[in-house]
């Protein structure tokens, strides 16, 4: 692996952002919809709650959400952007490697990790007066766990993509939010059916906003156990998630990189 | 001294679908070999198996004496690519996407910013390199990716169909620009279904057919297989209907339009007939001989080809 050839590709869709309405408006305008629309609906339920507690847990698991899903989006729209400009072939038939692609991929999503973060947090403080940041260093190892949940859902729905092309892309925008019931992040999963429940226990996005939830309500929170448990399955999915890319993109070779246009 | 050897290549998706069978050839230091083929031929595929787009199904790739699959990177730092086929990322801006790919072969700023400027120049699309490269016309996006495919001072260039729709005038700049980069040392593969761009630039030419290679000469040798010649004639009504009278009398192949008969010989029995015409009394006022190319050699072998 080489760092320069890394570097360019982070380069290249980092380049593209500020002349691309669309990917920047995914970025900025969605998130900035649903910090809006569930920080008042939260508001709307606190009245009834007599509680304070609900709108803060729901802008945070939402902005949580918003990571996730926009780690997601930036691998398999990573991948679309060059499938839909007919690049795959101009880019694969230089010295570059798919581990390279996937480097890139993870340090450029680390980047647009920090900026969504900030961003969502300025709306937040802006909108509703209150610090995320005030949670203080147990968001950090939390954050990391949704963008890595994203970057494996990213890499899951890219390697279908890599496959079969353009004409499955529906999919890219689908397959991320079909786990947004079950993580948690805008309702308790105890109000889910059980056996959802159980799903949801096999997913590390529920332990990533079981531990808002505990540190938003508990007088002295810790949620190590929670985390340790949402990182041992992160690793797993993330591993087995490149791994069935990596897999696809040799399967995909064998038909040819060339035909995969939009 | 060989930079690509190629032996025993094939492509199978099915057991009915063998795109390119079983071929084997090889490319010289600063040669140019042209690939020639009928749509299906293989061309492209033998092309995308050679830069690691497609995974052949057998045979092996040598590049500068290494396995290809084994030193993918390495073989492919010293390999330019160019298809007409190819787009580049519409949102940036013709330098930006240049710039991209000198940052994937490794160049630091100054060479990127030189070298980019050196190709657009020669290619001369320099006034473009502000543009976006989505509001380029198609000759203009040829040119761009031609000027990438050069970046790293590549030892050999792929092309495929690197010509193709563009204008005549165009067309032939970017001819004369491969020609002036192999003078430079480069060598050159190139697919083209142009006969006169094979004959003008190859040094030599794999025909191919079904996936299979029907030749591998230089372009006047493969011209030199056919062996009949055109021989064409402008002349009055009455003379014209004599020459026919000859043609049938002496069972010769000829087809008229207009005041002109052309006949179809041998082209070692063009003097022949210009004496045999004259004892039997034809005159006419121009006369025109083709020689065999490259374009009637393809056709007698496709041909012979369809009918098998």
């Known amino acids: 692996m080489k760092w320069h050839r890394i570097w360019a590709m982070v380069v290249r869709h980092l380049r593209q952002l500020p002349s691309d309405f669309n990917k920047l408006s995914s970025i900025v305008y969605w998130p900035f919809l649903d910090i809006v629309i569930f920080g008042f609906v939260g508001s709307w339920v606190d009245t009834f709650t007599m509680l304070d507690t609900t709108r803060l847990i729901l802008i945070t698991n939402v902005v949580l959400w918003q990571i996730v899903v926009r780690a997601d989006f930036g691998v398999s729209l990573n991948l679309l952007e060059e499938i839909w400009a007919h690049n795959i072939s101009n880019l694969f038939s230089t010295p570059l490697t798919i581990w390279e692609w996937i480097c890139a991929t993870f340090i450029e999503g680390i980047i647009m990790l920090l900026g969504i973060t900030a961003f969502c947090v300025a709306v937040v403080y802006g909108l509703y007066g209150y610090n995320i940041l005030s949670l203080g260093l147990w968001l950090v190892p939390i954050i990391f766990l949704m963008f890595l949940s994203g970057l494996s859902i990213g890499f899951f729905t890219s390697s279908l993509l890599i496959y079969w092309g353009a004409r499955i892309q529906t999919l890219a925008w689908m397959i991320g939010w079909i786990f947004a019931p079950v993580s948690g992040a805008y309702h308790p999963i105890t109000v889910l059916p059980e056996c959802l429940q159980t799903v949801a226990h096999w997913l590390p996005l529920y332990y990533a906003t079981e531990s808002i939830r505990i540190l938003l309500l508990d007088e002295n929170p810790n949620p190590t156990m929670l985390l340790l448990k949402g990182y041992s399955l992160i690793l797993v999915y993330l591993s087995l998630c490149i791994a069935l890319f990596v897999t696809m993109f040799n399967f995909s070779k064998r038909r040819g990189l060339h035909r995969l246009k939009d | 001294m060989q930079l690509l050897n190629v032996r025993n290549l094939t492509k199978q998706y099915s057991e009915n679908c063998i795109a390119v069978n079983n071929i084997s050839f090889s490319l010289e230091r600063g040669e140019v070999l042209g690939i020639l083929g009928s749509n299906g031929a293989g061309k492209t595929t033998t ?63 100054h060479q990127r910013k030189t070298k980019i400027t050196e190709l657009l120049t020669m290619l001369e699309v320099i006034d473009l390199q502000n543009r976006q490269a989505g509001e380029l016309s198609a000759g203009e996006t040829t040119r761009v990716i031609l000027a990438k495919a050069f970046l790293a001072d590549p030892e050999i260039v792929l092309l495929d169909e690197p010509t193709a729709s563009l204008d005549i005038d165009i067309a032939q700049a970017i001819r004369e620009f491969i ?58 009504d009455q003379q014209l209907e004599a020459s026919i009278a000859y043609a049938e009398r002496t069972n010769t192949n000829y087809q008229t339009l207009g005041p002109t008969i052309t006949f179809e010989i041998d082209e070692h029995a063009v003097a022949q007939t210009l004496i045999n015409l004259a004892q039997n009394g034809i005159t006419y006022t121009q006369i025109s001989i083709k020689k065999p190319t490259l374009e009637d050699y393809f056709l007698s072998i496709t041909q012979k080809g369809k009918r098998l």
């Open chain 2, 47 to 109: 092309i995308h198996m050679l830069l690691d787009l497609l995974t052949p199904t057998s045979g092996t790739i040598t590049y500068f004496g290494k396995n290809f699959h084994k030193n993918r990177s390495e073989s492919l730092q010293k390999i330019g690519f160019a298809t007409t086929y190819a787009r580049l990322p519409g949102h940036m801006t013709v330098y930006e996407n240049l710039d991209i790919y000198g940052r994937l072969y490794g160049l630091n700023a």
């Open chain 2, 179 to 236: 020609c002036h980069q192999r003078d430079k040392g480069v060598s050159f593969l190139l697919t083209s279904h142009n006969m006169h761009e094979m004959t003008q630039v190859c040094d030599r030419i794999i025909v191919m057919q079904n996936g299979t290679i029907l030749a591998d000469s230089t372009p006047q040798q493969l011209a030199g297989n056919v062996s009949h010649a055109f021989l064409q004639l402008v002349l009055d």
